[in-house]
């Protein structure tokens, strides 16, 4: 099990090493395929559809191919998009390579998220999402280095497509230990695994089950919020009165403090249900819009920017990792899909209103959207929690029970280890 965490922690690094390379790159890549500046909109566009997809498909493959084939071929298919990425020459080819990128990419999201939110606690989630964060810091990082090494921006997707090959070998050799977890699951009588081979649900028939909308919209309305702070913030500094290299470090900030959020989180899971790491993380986020709201000293702002991460550090994992408790083991797979569909839905169509909101009035409306935002958040998840709570509340007893029994076989086998010392000393 240690070897197969250390593979899926691995795997969502890569998730978030290309995800951030085309927006350092996209300056010196428009100038050598002579596309124009807006282009890398069309781009970004196509992968996020092509995520939204594959999001939606992934419950079917996860039943075909299982989770860990599916992780491999999906990782893969990423590391063939990012060849193609380096020894593109159009803008054209580059579309075409985006098509496989999102597809890759949305297919390991969702398997993974699912993977995680039934076989691993909840800390494991947070800090699984808090290791997306290093593969996002390293991927510019890589850009830099291909640039000072001569190599262009072509270097930095050569080094990420080796490195997901990479990945894909210790994929391809775990995949025994991801056979071996879902059969135990199995054999302990989960019903998610029992019924693996029986007809499942269509798409209409779980969107039809209570809550399923409710959590549509929460990722919805969440992914609206992090977008949009991580893409206007520092638009909206500099407009207070902030130099753009400042607002730049700021932005920085933003990232670092989700991913410090994230890890720090991943503590508090241990003693602390999802539910409320969700509402301590939102409240969290409102106390930021508030102070943001304000007519503070600008040194102030950076500290709001850093409030805004920390509270949405804890939303999304914990959101991901209460679904199965939620609507229950054997659907999780397709109530995740939904649920990230719901999350780049958010985040393709929320960001971009603002701007026209922005341009058309101005930017220093910026917290007041994001107030909007996390107040519709708020207002959906606790409709969620208000339809769902009964399962919820077996599910978080039955961990309670979980945890108890396991405190009791510990204090046994401490017990006995000191029997066993004594006999040695007598």
Known sequence: MFFLLIVIYVAFVALGLPDTILGAAWPLMRLNLAAPLSAAGILSIIVSIGTIIASLITPRLIRFFGTGKLVAYSIALTAFASVGYGFANSFTFLCLCAIPMGIGGGAVDVAMNNFAAIYLESKHTNWLHASWGIGATLGPAFLSLSIFAGKDWRGAYEIVAI?????????????????????GNSIQGNPSTESRNDSTPRLREVLRIPGMKLSFMSFFFYSALEISTSLWCGTYLVAC??????????????????????????????????????????????????????????????????????GCAPVYPSLIHATPARFGEAISSQAISIQLAG???????MPPAFGVIAAKFSVHLWPVALSIFVGLLLLCVCLLDYVTHRKLNKSYARERVMDILHEISMDDLKRIRRMHKKKKKH
């Open 163 to 183: 490195l997901l090959a990479i990945i894909f070998v210790m994929t391809l050799v775990s995949l025994p230990l991801w056979k071996k977890t879902e059969a």
């Open 241 to 310: 009165g902030f130099k753009p290299e400042i607002g730049a470090i700021c932005v920085s900030m933003l990232f670092a403090s989700v991913m410090i959020g994230r890890v720090i989180s991943g503590f508090f899971a241990i003693k602390f249900t999802d539910h409320r790491l969700i509402y301590a993380g939102i409240f969290i986020v409102i106390a930021g819009c508030f102070v943001l709201s304000m007519p503070l000293p600008l040194w102030v702002m950076p500290i709001c920017i850093c409030l805004l991460g920390l």
């Open 343 to 349: 999350s780049y839905v958010g985040s393709i169509l």
